[in-house]
Nanobody
Framework: VQLQASGGGLVQAGGSLRLSCTASGSTFSKNAVGWFRRAPGKGRQFVASINDSGDSTYYAVPVKGRFTISRDNTKNTAWLQMNGLKPEDTAVYYC?????????????????WGPGTLVTVSS
């Protein structure tokens, strides 16, 4: 599976963005999808994940209630809807897949990292 994240940009605090993760290959529907981010000067952190069928999701505490992860296996695409953005959400956002299909918050469960997309939230 090859992944491409897109949809980043510059937004004011309180605004919204929707990130897309588009996959090539026929195995997308068998993989869980995760979103992660790397803020300036920090390591890569878990944001959200969704299992292969899309009926189970996990969120990091800082984004719970503001971000929503979803997927459409017919389109080989997953999304991260980000509402109520804060300056501390500024980061490069990456998507990756977990071939177990379960989804988790464990970075090492994920692979096939695509290039990230930059989200900048101004105050």
């Amino acid at each position: 599976v090859q992944l491409q994240a897109s949809g980043g940009g510059l937004v004011q605090a309180g605004g919204s963005l929707r990130l897309s993760c588009t996959a090539s290959g026929s195995t997308f529907s068998k993989n869980a999808v995760g979103w992660f981010r790397r803020a300036p000067g920090k390591g890569r952190q878990f944001v959200a994940s969704i299992n292969d069928s899309g009926d189970s999701t996990y969120y990091a505490v800082p984004v719970k209630g503001r971000f929503t992860i979803s997927r459409d296996n017919t389109k080989n695409t997953a999304w991260l809807q980000m509402n109520g953005l804060k300056p501390e959400d500024t980061a490069v956002y990456y998507c990756a897949v977990d071939p177990s299909g379960y989804g988790s918050a464990v970075i090492t469960d994920f692979g096939s990292w695509g290039p990230g997309t930059l989200v900048t939230v101004s105050s």
